[in-house]
């Protein structure tokens, strides 16, 4: 095994970003490995509390696109210096079957699809609500896993399922509140196209799941995939950008998009870390620290609203997941 292919992992995609891949290499202690994993989610988090700052601190002069020039310049720029470093080939996406392709544009454009649905869900929820229905991705990604990818099915995704979706609903609950990025009460109607935004992210956020893993399959690497993810939709970012005339040059504009590529790969790249020495399914509870630390960011820094039911719909879906990790699913034909 040469030592580029050797740097190829698989990332975990997360609301905006991200994607790995399990190696049978184990080159951290367990211990350490869950450490990086959750130093991981905590950056997510981070990224997450940022995106929700970056509304609230612009106002009415952020735009999503023209925030995404800056965002994917920065990531472009990193990305590729990283896998110059690593000595790491960019592939040629046209080797892919005609089917690859096709997930190789899910893979790309959902990427941007994602973003746009998450910003526009912080527009209307709390930064705890949105991250609840990015939570949710692992039970859609069973059901289209299960669909698409014919991957089998038990009867505890349903109940695993339903337990989630009570905790999530308990979140709802809560969502009548003053928006912190205008200071105006939301009413029900305004709480529902967040609802819808954040559903729609969901679902996004489990196909490029898939397709990550579809890409995996025809040997396209996750650095590629996030090379031409950074690339593609800085392009889009900027046609948008030009055509509404949206763009914005300030300095403290630029900085702060450019600080959240920043804040996304270095998660990413810990996530890499992480999994080298860990089973995927030891981390899953790990994950919900990305809930915890942008509430946490939010309440102090933007004044969000924190109820008992938050607390109570969280340690459903946490406790689900922790049961999950202590007790996975085992395959009863091996």
């Known amino acids: ?115 746009v649905l998450y910003m526009l869900s912080l527009e209307y929820l709390r930064v705890s609500t949105a991250n609840c ?53 939301e009413s029900s109607f305004d709480v529902l196209i967040g609802i819808i935004w954040g559903s729609m992210n969901l679902i996004t956020i489990a196909l490029l799941y898939v397709s990550s893993k579809k890409l995996h399959i025809e040997k396209f690497e996750q650095e590629n995939q996030c090379l031409y993810i950074a690339v593609s939709n800085l392009i889009i970012s900027f046609v948008i950008a030009i055509l509404t005339r949206k763009l914005n040059f300030s300095f403290y504009y630029i900085f702060m998009s450019s600080l959240n590529a920043i804040l996304f790969l270095a998660a990413t790249f810990l996530n890499i870390f992480s999994l080298r020495g860990v089973e995927l399914n030891k981390t899953t ?29 969280s340690l459903i879906i946490l406790g689900y997941n922790i049961y999950n990790s202590l007790y996975p699913i085992v395959d009863s034909n091996n």
């Open 285 to 313: 509870a790990l994950n919900y620290l990305t809930i915890v630390v942008s509430t946490f960011l939010s309440i102090i820094f933007l004044g969000e609203s924190l109820f008992f039911t938050d607390v109570l719909g």
């Open 133 to 185: 229905f990015v939570s949710m991705s692992p039970a859609a990604i069973l059901i289209i896993s299960t669909v698409l990818l014919k991957e089998k099915f038990h009867w505890r995704y349903p109940i695993g399922i339903s337990f989630c979706f009570i905790g999530v609903l308990m979140i709802i609950s809560n969502e009548n509140v003053t928006n912190v990025i205008d200071n105006t009460q």
């Open 1 to 115: 095994m040469t030592e580029s292919n050797q740097n190829k992992k698989y990332l975990i995609q997360k609301p905006d970003f991200e994607c790995s891949k399990e190696s049978s290499e184990k080159i951290h202690s367990e211990a350490f490995s869950l450490f990086l994993f959750g130093l991981s989610a905590g950056f997510y988090g981070i990224s997450g509390f940022h995106l929700k700052y970056i509304q609230y601190y612009f106002k009415k002069d952020y735009n999503v696109f023209s925030f995404g020039i800056w965002r994917y310049i920065s990531m472009t720029i990193l990305v590729y210096a990283y896998m110059k470093y690593k000595e790491i080939e960019i592939d040629d996406y046209r080797k892919l079957s005609e089917t690859g392709k096709h997930w190789f544009i899910v893979r790309t454009v959902g990427s941007l699809i994602s973003l």
